[in-house]
């Protein structure tokens, strides 16, 4: 069955990094369109960034561009989502999705 594994939130100050990971398995990884969302406390969930089976298409959150980058190594089935310069309102559980599947989710917080 279609798993996706998310891994890599924490808790950082304002201005700071994280990498979140998401392992894929049970389906054809390679033909797959990826996309990361975001729910924040007391807010709906929203698409942050998507990624092309291929890498060569990317599309962000106008909020996070130039701050995020969403990649993906195909041979091994991970999708990785680069955040820098955090911003508290960055905070939320951030979740790997494919086509009616979803990750159990990563929490992120951004406080000083």
């Known amino acids: 069955q279609v798993q996706l594994v998310e891994s890599g939130g924490g808790s950082v100050q304002p201005g700071g990094s994280l990498t979140l990971s998401c392992v894929a398995s049970?389906?054809?990884?390679?033909?797959?369109?990826m996309k990361w969302y975001r729910q924040a406390p007391g807010k709906e969930r929203e698409l942050v960034a998507t990624?092309?089976?291929?890498?060569?298409?990317?599309d962000y959150l106008d909020s996070v561009k130039g701050r995020f980058t969403i990649s993906r190594d195909n041979a091994k089935r991970t999708v990785i989502l680069q955040m820098n310069s955090l911003k508290p309102e960055d905070t939320g559980v951030y979740y790997c999705?494919?086509?009616?599947?979803w990750g159990q989710g990563t929490l992120v917080t951004v406080s000083s």
């Open positions: 999705y494919r086509r009616g599947y």
């Open positions: 990624i092309g089976r291929n890498g060569n298409f990317k």
């Open positions: 049970g389906f054809t990884f390679n033909m797959s369109d």
